[in-house]
């Protein structure tokens, strides 16, 4: 057998999915591996086959702790079986691995049921997540800098935030879910229990609400931070590059806010903005 | 012996790898350490937190780079966006050689994250030893291979696991991360003589070492990283350093991960064995 066709081969049932009961499926033929005094072919190969499924369940479970608190652990033991099957690691790192979740769970809305509204939201709040922690920075603009700033010139929002327009407010619920997974192997079963049991009643309390975000970083570690209307559409403005003009006249048009008032809301925006260190140059093409 | 062209003619001695539940403890206590091996791949992204470590680190710390999805014995030619990436790593840490594992884990763009076992045929020797040498030339730095546990052998193979290992080094001109673990991994599950192993493998392309713990099952020893080293690995130790002389050591520990000061002790229990005269090519 050439080396290309027994790679194939092997990656194929490697990646089999697993059965119920954890075990490679049992027709697997696995002919070209040998057997040995205490182990069948099959069995080496099941060795393989259960490592993967538990490393990118493992990898899931750690990246979307929070969707699993929505959809209840068995329900998301299904769902990331369902799509890792369909949509597996295609880079070398587990990082992107749930890159696609969102895409796949809008084609299959079966795996989350009547929470799919909820779901949806979370799966994105959490992929925002990763790409926030770890997503390119370029030189911001400190407060000094925007003195510059006029309405022809353009700006860049930095590369890493990631704007999010959610139905519901997920932000708080992921904050609450993180905070339980921190305090596990610190704190008691019974504190651990009674914050998990917390969790559950926050979900099952989550009312619909419109809510505009910013997935960023400050000092290395991610935050979520929740914007006006105005301020999310003039931020999406910069994004797509617009000058700052453009920007304001586009996001801002319909907007209810007095004119009188909108100065000073803009002075405020881009000062915050700037603190954070979420505005840069553009770069150049 | 120990400094070679294989890891870039240095004498690094004795390390262990960097772990995210040592940092606090790094950046608090600065514990002297001869070097820290960090794994490529997580600090191949473009920004954030990792890559700020990671800079703290290089400030005090010496690093060597091991990567474990670069996937030399892959039947297709390697990933150039990976490369790309991994060569601005060097670039950052300037290690003095690299390494990454002798096996195979993507085909047709997917990946399975695990170091799967090679059938040990010519072909494959060849088609590795294309990629070790395309890697090497692209990264402009020296590379050196490292040995799997494996929980599966090939109707397939030509030759035993050392035979490969010496037909690739060669046609590679590579040189060898020894992870005698691994040997005895691998020789508990495929029934071969751990010391036949380092009798025949070429200790001059020995650039690195690596020791760990591992889990038995009742059929089978898996590699798990998560135990301290056992006496038989030892004693492969003090075989393998006989022959290659004091070489620079490495323990991985990377699950059920202890203090630093525990890993860090167990890495240096090593020390013994450098200390003692070596008998090259005993």
């Avoid at chain 1, 999010?164 to 019974?190: C, F, K, T």
């Avoid at chain 2, 091991?66 to 300037?94: M, Q």
């Avoid at chain 2, 990946?111 to 990264?139: C, G, Q, S, V, W």
Wanted: proline residues 5%; charged residues 25%; glycine residues 6%.
């Amino acid at each position: 057998m050439k080396l290309m066709e027994l790679q194939r081969r092997m990656a194929a049932d490697v990646m089999r999915p697993l059965t119920g009961s954890d075990n490679i499926a049992p027709k697997t033929s696995a002919a070209y591996v040998k057997p040995n005094d205490r182990l069948t072919s099959l069995e080496r190969l099941e060795i393989y086959n259960r490592q993967y499924w538990y490393r990118v369940i493992d990898s899931m479970y750690e990246d979307f702790a929070g969707l699993c608190a929505v959809l209840g652990q068995r329900s998301f033991d299904r769902l990331v079986r369902a799509y890792v099957a369909e949509c597996p690691s295609q880079t070398f790192t587990l990082r992107n691995l749930g890159s696609q979740l969102e895409d796949w769970l809008r084609r299959n809305p079966g795996y989350a049921g009547q929470k799919l509204a909820v779901a949806l939201d979370m799966a994105r709040l959490e992929w925002a997540h990763i790409e926030a922690y770890d997503g390119e920075s370029w030189q911001a603009l400190g407060p000094e800098d925007l003195i510059e700033l006029g309405p022809g010139l353009r700006i860049a929002l930095q590369p890493y935030i990631r704007l999010l327009e959610l139905q519901y407010p997920v932000d708080d619920l992921r904050i609450s879910v993180n905070a339980v997974s921190e305090d596990h192997g610190a704190a008691s079963n019974a504190v651990l229990k009674s914050k998990e049991r917390g969790v559950v009643r926050q979900f099952t309390r989550l009312k619909p609400e419109r809510i505009f975000l910013a997935v960023h970083r400050l000092d290395f570690s991610v935050y979520y931070r929740r914007l006006s209307v105005e301020e999310f559409r003039l931020l999406e403005a910069l994004r797509k590059g617009l000058s700052i003009g453009a920007a304001v006249e586009a996001s801002l048009e319909d907007s209810p806010i007095p004119l009188d008032e909108l100065r000073g809301k803009l002075e405020t925006w881009f000062r915050s903005w700037a603190e954070l260190g979420w505005l840069c140059r553009p770069k150049k093409k | 012996m120990p400094a070679n062209r294989f890891n870039g003619f240095t004498e690094y001695g004795i390390g262990i790898g960097l772990r995210i539940p040592h940092y606090q403890h790094i950046f608090e206590r600065k514990p002297v350490v001869g070097w820290f091996e960090i794994i490529s791949e997580n600090f191949m992204v473009d920004g954030g937190r990792p890559l700020a470590t990671l800079d703290r680190i290089l400030e005090r710390y010496r690093v060597v780079q091991h990567g474990v999805s670069l996937y030399f014995g892959s039947a297709e030619r390697l990933n150039r966006d990976h490369l790309k990436r991994l060569k601005a790593l060097v670039k950052r840490t300037r290690t003095p050689w690299l390494t990454d594992h002798l096996c195979w884990g993507s085909v047709d763009g997917r990946y399975t994250h695990d170091l799967l076992p090679m059938p040990y045929t010519f072909e494959a020797a060849k088609l590795t030893a294309r990629n070790i040498r395309e890697a090497r030339d692209y990264l402009e730095t020296p590379v050196a291979v490292e040995n799997v546990s494996s929980y599966a052998e090939f109707h397939a193979s030509e030759m035993t696991e050392w035979e490969f290992l010496n037909e690739v080094v060669e046609r590679a001109d590579c040189g060898i991360l020894l992870d005698v673990n691994n040997i005895y991994v691998s020789s508990r599950n495929h029934n071969f003589d751990p010391f036949e192993y380092l009798n025949s493998m070429p200790a001059e392309r020995v650039a690195q070492i690596h020791i760990a713990g591992h889990s038995k099952f009742t059929k089978y020893i898996l590699d798990t990283h998560d135990h301290p080293v056992i006496d038989p690995v030892w004693k492969l130790y003090e075989h393998a350093i006989r022959r290659a002389g004091p070489t620079a050591t490495l323990l991985e520990w990377d699950d059920r991960i202890p203090s630093f000061d525990e890993v860090h002790a167990e890495a240096l229990k090593a020390e013994k064995y450098i200390a003692a005269p070596a008998l090259v090519n005993s």
